[in-house]
């Protein structure tokens, strides 16, 4: 299945956290030598977030600006520069492919994370919280012309100026709306300047 993922540090910046705490469970759990199903579910999802990790937009061009000399393990989806009808250039979004499973795993495992219980002020509630807006975002379910139209635009494989139609514009404000507000409620400066960035 195809996701919409924005062309966002706010959101690549949440979904990078990640690691650690998975990292950190999956470490407790193998040193306990019990949960064996708890192992499993935390080991799957931490390899299913390297491979979305490895499919998400800035990832890949950082890592090749980083690194020239060292090839990405995966190839950077070529970049286009998105503008409205007015002629205001918008923030990308990027049409990436995951399968069911990872998607499952992660949530899982989420799932899991969120069911136990957190000592208090041991920092869990907040990662848990990070998780559940990373995983809301990649199941919001992205507007199929929209959808359509930038999976075209990847697959020339050509950087190039795409213009949205106004119909197409109306659901890409509503999604990334979805997407600030899922991302950043709950703090207003940080509200308005995420949604800063999609003007």
């Known amino acids: 299945m195809h996701l919409l993922v924005p062309d966002d540090p706010v959101f690549y910046a949440k979904f990078q956290s990640l690691e650690e705490p998975l990292l950190?469970?999956?470490y407790q759990l193998h040193c306990s030598g019990t949960d064996t199903d708890e192992e499993r579910i935390v080991s799957d999802a931490y390899d299913s977030w390297v491979h979305v990790l490895l499919r998400l937009p800035l990832w890949a061009r950082w890592h090749t600006e980083d690194a020239p000399?060292?090839?990405?393990?995966?190839?950077?989806?070529?970049?286009?520069?998105l503008y409205?009808?007015?002629?205001?250039?918008?923030?990308?979004l990027y049409p990436i492919e995951v399968t069911a499973a990872e998607l499952g795993h992660l949530t899982a495992c989420l799932?899991?994370?969120?069911?136990?219980?957190?000592?208090?002020?041991?920092?869990?509630?907040?990662?848990?919280?990070?998780?559940?807006?990373?995983?809301?975002?990649?199941?919001?379910?992205?507007?199929?012309?929209?959808?359509?139209?930038?999976?075209f635009v990847v697959?020339?494989?050509?950087?190039?100026?795409?213009?949205l139609p106004t119909e197409y514009e109306t659901e890409y404000r509503r999604f990334c709306?979805?997407?600030?507000?899922?991302?950043?409620?709950?703090?207003?400066?940080?509200?308005?300047?995420?949604?800063?960035?999609y003007l």
């Open 24 to 26: 950190r469970h999956l």
């Open 111 to 151: 799932d899991l994370f969120a069911g136990t219980a957190a000592e208090p002020g041991d920092g869990e509630e907040f990662l848990t919280e990070v998780f559940r807006r990373v995983m809301e975002v990649l199941l919001l379910p992205p507007p199929q012309n929209l959808l359509h139209l930038l999976r």
């Open 155 to 163: 697959l020339q494989g050509a950087a190039v100026l795409v213009t």
């Open 69 to 81: 000399a060292v090839p990405a393990p995966a190839e950077p989806p070529p970049r286009y520069t």
């Open 177 to 197: 709306e979805e997407v600030v507000t899922i991302l950043s409620s709950g703090d207003t400066f940080a509200l308005s300047s995420h949604r800063a960035m």
């Open 84 to 92: 409205s009808m007015r002629g205001d250039e918008l923030t990308s």
